[in-house]
């Protein structure tokens, strides 16, 4: 058996408990460990350099490089080859913990982390050859590619640009409700910005070289483990490949490089592959942040319903769906409270089942029934089922819009412009949708050109006398649209991705909507500092420039070529997170994570 993969077969020895390992091994973010513990880390690696196993995992992964990057088993790849560099450690040093990096922690500031100190991994590059000259791996000497020094040359000269902050990665987490999502979202966003930051081995495809890789891709990995557990009755079964060029993937796909390996042996990390994630507390304390940026939505439209202001936000800030809905509440000629949650896909005619469906939808939420079909046609014609289909869902939605026409009254003309346009955009909205050609915001076009027409025709709509033919009325016609448009599930969730990418990695419209979010108090700004185990900061005298999060920086073409991913889709990223950036750094008292880390750091004495 090839060392390859002879580490899952030994990790599949552990005793299962209900498909779970009896003692998973915990990874620790690295500045948990304590000095002992580091220092055999270090130990145990520079034996790895010594006996070959660090050349033959850089090896392996050059040999990989086109099938584990751009494709959807880039997450399921990156699994295993921690796990199998977790298990060469472990052979020199039984029990010793495999530590991550939780470089959002650092993500203001990377070149403040003690990571890069000598007492850590050691800092940059330095001479002709940028070799690493400090700290535990100083003269390092690597043979993949070829001979040469263990090489880093940091992306802003002697300084890193900045990384996600966690309220990125979180947001990217609640948003993605697919794998081909995430994976695409992390692969064409985060990942790539650890590489270049550090940038010499790093930046290739020999990176594994360098014991910094290890680290980050437990961090990435953990992006995964973490958003799995948010719905663990589901995640840990999930393989697809939305976001992806690939036509079709399966759980029973080999790993590329470990021929043994399914890619369903490693779905989930606490069977086979026997370890957990210890949270470093960023996430945990990213999360109360969230809870109180929420709670001053949630306020906000309390008001707005008891004849206050108009809120420009919506009560969940971590999705797209529930900015949008809310804006189109605004938008509308009529008061609507709230939009109804999204609608399941519907058959592409009217059977009996959807007919059934229909009626359930109708009864639970008080629609007409007519309503409720355009919803769940508008939602089944989003869920990325090929074009043909979505025309045959079209039609059914279009048929249902059809019953605006009016008969026999002079107000029909204005019925049948209604039913003109709603056909028209309904078709451009989807089928060029479905077909990647969507240089426009969906979002934008649904509530701009949308609600116009809307409230150009509304009353030729609701002055009907009683003896004409019944159509729907404007509530019934903003219910169904929004939910099968609007809702979660629903068509703008998978086409507000341009470039060929159908599902949304992150959510849109956040950055306006967190201007419209009051303050945050002062003890939830302590209950940060304290979640992340850190002495308090009085943020009021840190210089305004490092109370902000700081933009990240926008990876060359070439990055995005070499590993087979998508520059435009990626640069779209970058712009979404710099709009999340702009609107938590309006918030008054806002202090993210990453910026209280650093505070501490520099200005509390945090060790």
């Not at 989003?382 to 939605?397: R, V």
């Not at 070529?561 to 889709?569: A, E, I, K």
């Amino acid at each position: 058996m090839s060392k390859s993969f002879l580490f899952l077969a030994v990790l599949c020895l552990s005793g299962l408990v209900n498909g779970q390992c009896a003692n998973p091994q915990q990874r620790p973010e690295i500045r948990s460990l304590s000095p002992d513990e580091r220092a055999r880390f270090f130990k145990a690696l520079d034996q790895l350099r010594a006996n070959g196993e660090l050349d033959r995992l850089s090896k392996l992964h050059v040999a990989n490089a086109d099938t584990i990057h751009g494709h959807p088993v880039f997450l399921a790849f990156h699994r295993v080859f921690v796990s199998d560099f977790a298990s060469a450690l472990n052979k020199v040093d039984p029990g010793l913990p495999v530590p991550y990096w939780d470089w959002s922690l650092d993500a203001t500031n990377p070149i403040a982390s003690e990571v890069f100190t000598n007492e850590y991994l050691g800092g940059n590059g330095a001479g002709p050859n940028n070799c690493v000259q400090g700290g535990p791996f100083a003269n390092w000497q690597m043979n993949v590619d070829s001979p040469h020094c263990l090489a880093r040359k940091f992306n802003n000269g002697d300084t890193i640009a900045p990384f996600w902050p966690p309220e990125a990665l979180l947001s990217m987490q609640k948003t993605c409700s697919q794998y081909g999502a995430l994976s695409s979202g992390i692969e064409n966003g985060c990942h790539g910005a650890v590489h270049l930051g550090i940038s010499g081995d790093m930046s290739t495809m020999f990176a594994p070289n360098d014991p910094f890789f290890f680290l980050h891709h437990g961090m990435v990995d953990k992006l995964w483990y973490d958003w799995q557990l948010m719905e663990p009755n589901t995640r840990f079964q999930l393989y697809d490949s939305v976001n992806y060029n690939d036509a079709t993937v399966s759980a029973n796909d080999p790993i590329p490089g470990y021929p043994n390996v399914r890619v369903r042996d490693v779905l989930d990390p606490r069977s086979n592959l026997c370890y957990a994630y210890v949270d470093s507390g960023s996430r945990a304390a990213t999360k109360r942040l969230m809870q109180a940026v929420d709670q001053q939505a949630l306020q906000r439209n309390a008001k707005s319903a008891n004849g206050g202001p108009v809120p420009t936000g919506a009560s969940d800030m971590t999705t797209a769906a529930a900015a949008a809905a809310a804006a189109a509440t605004a938008a509308s000629p009529s008061s609507m409270n709230g939009l109804p949650p999204a609608m399941p896909p519907a058959a592409s005619s009217a059977t009996p089942d959807l007919q059934q469906q229909q009626q359930q939808i109708a009864d639970a939420r008080g629609m007409n029934p007519a309503s409720a079909a355009i919803a769940a046609a508008a939602s089944a014609a989003g869920n990325g089922i090929p074009t043909a289909q979505s025309t045959a869902q079209l039609n059914d939605m279009t048929s249902q819009v059809s019953r605006l026409s009016g008969n026999g009254n002079a107000r029909a003309s204005a019925s049948a412009a209604l039913h003109d346009q709603q056909i028209n955009f309904l078709q451009n909205t989807i089928l060029n949708g479905l077909s990647g050609n969507r240089g426009v915001d969906i979002a934008s076009s649904i509530l701009g050109r949308h609600h116009r027409f809307l409230r150009r025709y509304i009353n030729g709509i609701m002055r009907r006398d009683d003896s004409e033919v019944k159509g729907l009325g404007l509530d019934d016609i903003l219910t169904g649209l929004a939910g099968g448009l609007l809702g979660k599930d629903g068509l703008v969730g998978h086409l507000l991705q341009g470039v060929g990418h159908v599902v949304e990695v992150l959510p849109q419209g956040l950055g306006e909507t967190l201007k419209a979010v009051g303050s945050i108090t002062d003890n939830v700004v302590n209950d940060v500092f304290n979640i992340l185990k850190l002495p308090q900061v009085d943020m009021s005298k840190v210089p305004e420039k490092e109370r902000q999060i700081p933009y990240v920086a926008k990876l060359p073409d070439w990055w995005y070529q070499r590993n087979n991913l998508n520059s435009t889709y990626a640069n779209q990223l970058h712009d979404q997170i710099h709009q999340m950036i702009d609107g938590f750094n309006s918030i008054p008292g806002y202090v993210s994570p990453a910026v209280a880390y650093y505070a501490a750091k520099k200005y509390g004495g945090a060790k």
